[in-house]
């Protein structure tokens, strides 16, 4: 299967929503994200900041694992947010792409 990264751009989600991030980009926010689940079906792919591991910066749920690593793989065009590196994680909490350190 073939996919283009920049049709994900517009997708992401931010793991936290407040009053801050809405009108700044940035939160205070430090609280654990615990374990990552994705809906049933679907693979949760998180952007994560190196500075700032205690909790994705983003997200966003695709259909496959294929598509997971693929845009893991290409991050930087697919995301579009200050994140350094991606993850992705199954609907039972299990990692399927793991942090780059």
């Given at each position: 299967?073939?996919?283009?990264?920049k049709t994900y751009r517009d997708r992401w989600a931010s793991?936290?929503?407040d009053p801050l991030l809405q009108s700044h980009g940035l939160t205070f926010d430090r609280?654990?994200?615990?374990v990552i689940t994705a809906p049933p079906g679907k693979v949760r792919v998180c952007g994560?900041?190196?500075d700032f591991d205690e909790r994705p910066t983003c997200w966003i749920?695709?259909?496959?694992?294929?598509?997971?690593?693929?845009?893991c793989s290409?991050?930087?065009?697919?995301?579009g947010r200050n994140v350094d590196f991606a993850t992705?994680?199954?609907?039972?909490?299990?990692?399927?792409?793991?942090?780059?350190?």
């Open positions: 299967m073939s996919f283009d990264a793991w936290v929503n609280t654990l994200s615990g994560w900041h190196v749920d695709v259909a496959s694992r294929e598509e997971a690593e693929f845009v290409n991050l930087l065009e697919a995301c992705a994680h199954d609907d039972s909490g299990a990692t399927l792409v793991k942090a780059a350190y």
